[in-house]
């Protein structure tokens, strides 16, 4: 039996197995279907116009929605049939893909269209993502939920990888509306699967009150649950900077030491990339057994320490004299970026469960959208930040100087053990 099926079996019931099953094949389609799309059609939208603008704008109409709807998102998911809204926004991006499909047919592929549809795709991706991570606790057992958040994971990373890859062989070698339509059928084959999913399979027997009182007001009092909640603030604080230093010291230093300093070979730097997203599979694989042996808030403190150090790591070779060979660089570059990515599953697998399963169910779509928006949101904020600064400093002071400071603060604030009694 492999790992990924040691995650996925040995459920509770038939049921609960099955729901595990259905989820993978769903998220998978819907995720790993939208990331091929928003690439694909960047690259057509950028061979077309040849301007670099119209290529980030087919790219920011795929991102930055999700963060604006995020909030509203996780009201509907409060106030609704959570199924409905899984399925509804599957069958959604369905329909939404066959007409643009028949509409290429009509007058062709036009630029405005693909605008028009990658914002619409957007929006349905964000609620349906706010709906299925908020659904989680009730489609299995709490014994199961780190193993379906595991899953998820693992889903994601493997979309990191061949997202863009099978994105550059479907724009290279596949008619973009044949594509467009084969990706229309898979979302509502998806759709469809969906609807076998039990939503109900652990849901709390008690009757919960769940007051309705217009959409900004129940932003407002999501906002609010999360102030109030002494375990909820120091948690998302974790989430907060760790967005934020990812992208400060990592995601724009990263390329720039190894392409624009040490000028190493771009297969080098594809193979380092790679090595980010399988970490997180391999952290997601094995982070239920450590975390059943380890205490929640020793191995946030660990993780967070050691995703630290290797920020700072990866400034050392640049902050020397000494020069070494490509294959020298290349293996300290992709252990460090396999490290990294073992240990952002291992921070955020258990920090999603743990919101996940103390969060109430009538709060929950509104307490995680708000928390994602905000991750989402810092993270631009760091690109342009450390974008900004790198050519006017060293090229070791983002990593070694972030990596620092984020040990600092993660020193102060994973450090009071009191905060976290809810994540035992």
Same mark, same amino acid.
């Not at 549809?117 to 780190?146: C, D, G």
């Not at 290279?172 to 979302?187: G, K």
């Not at 109030?228 to 990263?254: A, E, K, Q, R, Y």
């Given at each position: 039996?492999?790992?990924?099926?040691?995650?996925?079996?040995? &459920?509770?019931?038939?049921?609960?197995?099955?729901n595990?099953i259905?989820?993978?094949?769903?998220?998978?389609?819907s995720?790993? !279907?939208?990331?091929?799309?928003?690439?694909?059609?960047?690259?057509?939208?950028? #061979?077309?116009? !040849?301007?670099g603008?119209?290529?980030a704008?087919?790219?920011?109409l795929?991102?930055?929605?999700?963060?604006?709807v995020?909030?509203?998102?996780?009201?509907?998911a409060d106030r609704?049939d959570?199924?409905?809204l899984?399925?509804g926004?599957?069958?959604l991006? &369905?329909?939404l893909?066959?007409?643009?499909?028949?509409?290429?047919?009509?007058w062709?592929?036009?630029?405005?269209?693909i605008?028009?549809?990658?914002?619409?795709?957007?929006?349905?991706?964000?609620?349906?993502?706010?709906?299925?991570e908020t659904?989680?606790?009730? @489609?299995?057992?709490?014994?199961?939920?780190? *193993?379906?958040?595991?899953?998820?994971?693992?889903?994601?990373s493997?979309?990191?990888?061949?997202?863009?890859?099978? +994105?550059?062989?479907?724009?290279?070698?596949?008619?973009?509306?044949?594509? @467009?339509?084969f990706?229309?059928?898979?979302?509502?084959?998806?759709?469809?699967t969906?609807?076998?999913?039990?939503?109900?399979? *652990?849901?709390?027997?008690k009757?919960v009150?769940n007051?309705?009182? !217009?959409?900004v007001?129940?932003?407002?009092?999501?906002?609010r649950?999360?102030? *109030?909640?002494?375990?909820?603030?120091?948690?998302?604080?974790?989430?907060?900077?760790?967005?934020?230093?990812?992208?400060?010291?990592?995601?724009?230093?990263?390329?720039?030491?190894?392409?624009?300093?040490?000028?190493?070979?771009s297969?080098?730097?594809?193979?380092?990339q790679?090595?980010?997203?399988? !970490?997180?599979?391999?952290?997601?694989?094995?982070?239920?057994r450590?975390?059943?042996?380890?205490?929640?808030?020793?191995?946030?403190?660990?993780?967070?320490?050691?995703?630290?150090l290797?920020m700072?790591?990866?400034?050392?070779?640049?902050?020397?004299?000494?020069k070494?060979g490509g294959?020298?660089?290349l293996?300290?570059y992709?252990?460090?970026?396999?490290?990294?990515?073992?240990s952002i599953?291992f921070i955020?697998?258990?920090l999603?469960?743990?919101?996940?399963?103390?969060?109430p169910? #009538?709060?929950?779509?509104?307490?995680?959208?708000?928390?994602?928006?905000v991750?989402?949101? @810092?993270?631009?904020?760091?690109?342009?930040?450390? +974008?900004?600064?790198?050519?006017?400093?060293?090229?070791?002071?983002?990593?070694?100087?972030g990596?620092?400071?984020?040990?600092?603060? *993660?020193?102060?604030?994973?450090?009071?053990?009191?905060q976290y009694e809810?994540t035992?």
């Amino acid at each position: 039996m492999t790992a990924l099926e040691n995650v996925i079996n040995r &459920g509770d019931s038939k049921g609960e197995l099955r729901n595990l099953i259905l989820f993978l094949l769903g998220k998978s389609i819907s995720v790993f !279907g939208n990331a091929i799309f928003n690439f694909a059609m960047g690259l057509f939208v950028l #061979q077309k116009t !040849g301007s670099g603008l119209s290529f980030a704008i087919t790219l920011v109409l795929g991102t930055i929605p999700m963060v604006i709807v995020n909030p509203f998102a996780g009201v509907l998911a409060d106030r609704f049939d959570k199924k409905k809204l899984v399925v509804g926004m599957d069958l959604l991006n &369905g329909t939404l893909l066959m007409s643009f499909y028949l509409l290429t047919m009509l007058w062709g592929l036009k630029i405005s269209m693909i605008y028009i549809n990658t914002f619409l795709m957007s929006i349905f991706t964000a609620i349906f993502a706010i709906s299925i991570e908020t659904a989680k606790p009730n @489609i299995v057992t709490k014994n199961k939920l780190m *193993n379906l958040n595991a899953v998820s994971k693992i889903v994601d990373s493997i979309t990191g990888i061949l997202g863009p890859m099978v +994105g550059g062989i479907v724009f290279a070698f596949i008619d973009m509306r044949l594509f @467009i339509l084969f990706n229309a059928i898979s979302y509502l084959f998806s759709g469809v699967t969906e609807l076998f999913i039990d939503f109900n399979f *652990n849901i709390d027997s008690k009757p919960v009150e769940n007051k309705s009182y !217009g959409i900004v007001k129940d932003i407002k009092e999501g906002l609010r649950y999360i102030l *109030n909640s002494s375990t909820l603030i120091p948690i998302f604080s974790v989430f907060f900077l760790l967005n934020f230093f990812i992208g400060f010291s990592i995601t724009v230093p990263l390329p720039y030491i190894i392409n624009s300093v040490l000028m190493l070979e771009s297969s080098y730097y594809g193979m380092i990339q790679a090595m980010f997203p399988i !970490g997180m599979i391999v952290g997601a694989l094995v982070v239920k057994r450590f975390s059943k042996e380890i205490p929640y808030i020793i191995l946030l403190r660990r993780m967070s320490r050691i995703l630290a150090l290797c920020m700072m790591l990866l400034g050392i070779p640049v902050s020397i004299s000494m020069k070494f060979g490509g294959h020298v660089y290349l293996g300290y570059y992709s252990i460090l970026s396999l490290i990294m990515g073992v240990s952002i599953s291992f921070i955020d697998i258990p920090l999603f469960y743990q919101l996940q399963t103390m969060i109430p169910s #009538q709060y929950r779509g509104r307490v995680l959208s708000l928390g994602m928006s905000v991750a989402k949101a @810092i993270l631009p904020i760091a690109l342009i930040l450390s +974008g900004a600064v790198i050519n006017k400093l060293p090229p070791w002071v983002l990593p070694v100087g972030g990596g620092s400071l984020f040990l600092i603060l *993660n020193l102060l604030m994973v450090g009071n053990k009191a905060q976290y009694e809810a994540t035992k």
